[in-house]
């Protein structure tokens, strides 16, 4: 995943053809499958989960998971020590990484440790650019960058038709995920 590494200016995640897949949709969502990994600040428990990702423009984008994920955990930590979270969007790879990713496990269990058992091997995980998170290897393209946790910051996301024909909430406020480097394969395949 680190053919293409791009870091300041140059960023533009619209390079990507992140579409808009319904007509009712909030804007174009650059994440509808993948993982976005965070890191609790007390504990360094790693969580890998699936939320969807609005484009606001070619650096950011809004984050919809709700409030009793462990995002939302990691978030509310990062918010008490007043700092903005790293994290680390994923797309490619196994589609194994997309179920787990999706799927809720217990607080502290590591989807990466999942992601290998039930592969019946180790995910091979290469690090970030911008933190010390890590990513699948063989994922075709990564968003790095970070998450404000002050409600000050967040955006209107939303609605998004889903798979099943219908459209998943309103609008409402999300937290931001600012892109500081963005990875990819050569001739990477968008998924969503």
């Known amino acids: 995943v680190k053919d293409n590494i791009v870091k300041g200016e140059g960023i533009d995640i619209g390079i990507f053809p ?27 428990w790693i969580n890998v989960g699936l939320y969807r ?13 709700t409030i009793h994920q462990h995002f939302h955990q990691h978030l509310n930590k990062y918010r008490k020590i007043g700092k903005k979270m790293p994290a680390a969007y994923f797309i490619g790879g ?8 999706g799927s ?46 002050e409600f000050s ?12 024909g219908y459209y998943a909430g309103h609008k409402s406020l999300q937290p931001v995920f600012a892109v500081e480097a963005i990875s990819y394969r050569n001739d990477p395949i968008f998924q969503g």
Not at 121 to 134: N, P
């Open 153 to 164: 910051s967040y955006k209107e996301e939303g609605p998004f038709g889903e798979f099943t």
């Open 94 to 101: 196994d589609p194994l990484y997309a179920f787990c990713a």
């Open 18 to 44: 992140a579409p808009k897949y319904n007509p009712f949709d909030g804007g174009r969502y650059f994440i509808t499958t993948g993982g976005i990994a965070t890191k609790d600040p007390e504990t360094g």
């Open 104 to 149: 809720f496990y217990p607080e502290g269990v590591n989807e990466y440790e999942v992601m290998g058992a039930l592969r019946g091997e180790g995910v091979e995980l290469i690090r970030c650019e911008t933190s010390d998170l890590a990513v699948p290897a063989d994922a075709e393209i990564v968003l790095e960058g970070t998450v404000d946790p």
């Open 53 to 65: 990702g609005m484009m606001i423009d070619g650096r950011s984008m809004t984050i919809q998971a």
